[in-house]
């Protein structure tokens, strides 16, 4: 095996002995939408005193979460919108989730990504080939619909053909719609009994229609060509 190869399997090796030591720890059990209502005011008063402190803290809190799948991006976000606002919440959490989701992307990629792809290159092709034409649209809608795991989106993508700066960019955009939804609920954080209250059907069904609409032109314009063809 080839030194980097060697170094690039440490280097996933060790993010999993992480990634389950804080998964298995507990160390998110104390982290609960109860108790950050009763620390909400103790919170803003920090915030205001340390503002810069409190901004960078989020951020990289929220990075790690992105990054090992904390189950605490919502209850996060939540408290964000209530510490920060709705507008520099979500911005905050958006830029946190980036790029938690974006060191996942790299480090599937570059561990056992391109082996994957070129050990199965023939079924990789067609594959590459649709995701070419089709990814974009894939990796907004698979964040529109929140339903699809987030971490787990990060290391398909990994494993595509999908540039960095295209998975960033859909990335950011597409969790756009849900932070603001939560960092809105935030504003009246002393009032939600459950972050499952936030998930009305309502919302879901805006959401699925969003990712739906992605999907209208190309949908479109394949009847159109299947039309033109039947006619010949």
Known sequence: MKKSGKVSLFILASFLIIFFGLRFS????DITLANIQEQAASLRFFVHENYVL???SFIVFYIIIAAFALPLASLTTITGGYLFGTFLGALYANVGATIGGA????????SIGDMIQERYAPTFKKFNRKFEQQGVRFLIASRLIVVFPYFLVNMVA???SASFWTFVWTTSLGILPASFVFTFAGQQLQHI???TDIFTPQMMLALAAMAL?????????????NMNGNNK
């Open 193 to 195: 009994h459950s972050i």
């Open 54 to 56: 409190s901004v960078l």
């Open 158 to 160: 990994g494993l595509t």
């Open 103 to 110: 060191v996942v992307f790299l480090l599937v990629r570059y």
């Open 26 to 29: 507990g160390i998110t059990d």
């Open 213 to 225: 609409m992605l999907f209208i032109p190309s949908l479109f314009t394949h009847l159109i060509n």
